[in-house]
């Protein structure tokens, strides 16, 4: 008889390397396995990884390649919408996610597989965002999580490598970095207390810029579609500003927020190209779209931010909120300037045709072209008619 099938969604790192071995030798799987780039790899680590995947024992082993459907399906309106949770993280790591989840899922069923596998633990967001969208997009296939399931620690599951003739320098980094298109996460011992801050030499790119300067972002209709004159697609933008602004400095934090599982949680990230767009693509918007845009955008997006986070980017629902976010990007164009420097930076300003801030109707504090000084007493006599009434009528009350 044949073996089963599974897909594993395969790193090359301890867990999944164990993953690999389980599978196959302890539960007589067919194993294959998947990589998802989202924008993190190198050919040379897409190469090394594969050639490590099948050094293990899989049957196949394919990367599949999601950068652009990433930017296409969720990074532009995650711009559109400004989204920082809490006000202060790019999503980076919870965006990828569902992507790469996503891509296992149909490549699994592409194969036929009756078994989909990731060496998620039981501890974080990861294994809610990659059991969500496995459930969702291949709901006959089973789930298998080795690491979770087994409650295996770091030193026995290189024992047990090693005991499969699985020997490699398994040596645990002092951070754990992720790095995808949208920015890099980074964990430590100091992102595991609550006062701790990353040291230098904890983020993956170095301050090695001493100077400063200035970068004009050009956008159309609210994606970022040029750097300093020059045209590019946004992914080539995206990845061309954050060689410009990481060795600054620019872009790193640490976020603290709530997990899917209801623990606080602290994580570094370096993220440079996602800040600067989406502070220059605020402002834009601040100058182009009214008042009620501005509020109900704001809304809007931070609900599509929550629920991408916690792995419901499938829910219908977001595909309502992606429609108004796209729709109110029309006169988002515009060139915007920003002024760096070793660990700062601030947007200088903006320059676009659709600019409401504009002297023909007037300037504010200084003369308006549009309205007369009647025109004003009568608007406040009736903008606050219902609160005086509301006033008259309580002290009246009040005296009785």
Not at 39 to 45: D, L, Q
Not at 135 to 146: A, D, F, N, Q
Request: aromatic share 10%.
């Amino acid at each position: 008889m044949s073996k089963p099938k599974v897909l594993l969604a395969f790193s090359g790192g301890l867990d999944t390397s164990f993953c690999v071995k389980y599978l196959s030798e302890d539960r007589g799987y067919e194993v294959h396995s998947a990589l998802v780039n989202t924008g993190g790899f190198s050919a040379e680590e897409l190469k090394d990884i594969e050639e490590k995947a099948y050094g293990l024992g899989v049957v196949s082993h394919v990367t599949l390649d999601v950068v652009e459907k990433y930017y296409n399906d969720c990074i532009r309106y995650m711009v559109f919408g400004n989204v920082l949770k809490n006000n202060t993280y790019p999503l980076s790591v919870s965006a990828e996610r569902v992507f790469q989840a996503t891509a296992v899922a149909e490549y699994a069923n592409q194969i036929g597989a009756k078994a989909i596998a990731h060496g998620s633990t039981g501890a974080g967001n990861d294994q809610v965002r990659f059991d969500v969208v496995f459930r969702i997009l291949s709901p006959e296939v089973e789930i298998i999580t080795p690491i979770r399931d087994l409650k295996l620690s770091r030193e026995a599951e290189i024992e047990y490598l090693k005991e499969k003739g699985v020997v490699r320098e398994w040596h645990k980094a002092a951070y754990s970095i992720n790095k995808g298109l949208w920015g890099t996460s980074v964990g430590g011992k100091e992102t595991l207390t609550s006062n701790g801050y990353l040291p230098e030499e904890a983020w993956p790119t170095q301050v090695t810029k001493s100077g400063e300067e200035t970068v004009k972002l050009h956008f159309e209709k609210g994606e970022l579609v040029g750097l300093n004159g020059e045209t590019l697609s946004p992914v080539e933008a995206i990845v061309k500003l954050n060689e410009i602004a990481a060795p600054y400095g620019i872009g790193r934090d640490i976020h603290v927020g709530d997990t899917i599982i209801g623990i606080k949680g602290r994580v570094g990230f370096e993220a440079a190209a996602p800040l600067l767009i989406i502070k220059a693509h605020h402002l834009l918007e601040k100058h182009t779209l009214t008042k009620q845009q501005l509020y109900w955008k704001q809304n809007i997006a931070e609900m599509y931010g929550t629920m991408l986070h916690e792995g419901q980017f499938l829910e219908p629902v977001m595909r309502n909120f992606e429609t108004f976010l796209a729709d109110t990007q029309d006169n988002v164009s515009g060139v915007v300037e920003i002024h760096l420097a070793p660990y700062r930076y601030f947007v200088v300003g903006i320059e676009s045709q659709y600019d409401l801030m504009s002297s023909v109707f007037g300037s504010y504090g200084e003369m308006n072209n549009a309205w007369t000084g009647d025109d004003v007493r009568g608007f406040s006599k009736i903008v606050s008619n219902q609160t005086m009434i509301h006033r008259k009528v309580t002290d009246l009350a009040q005296q009785q």
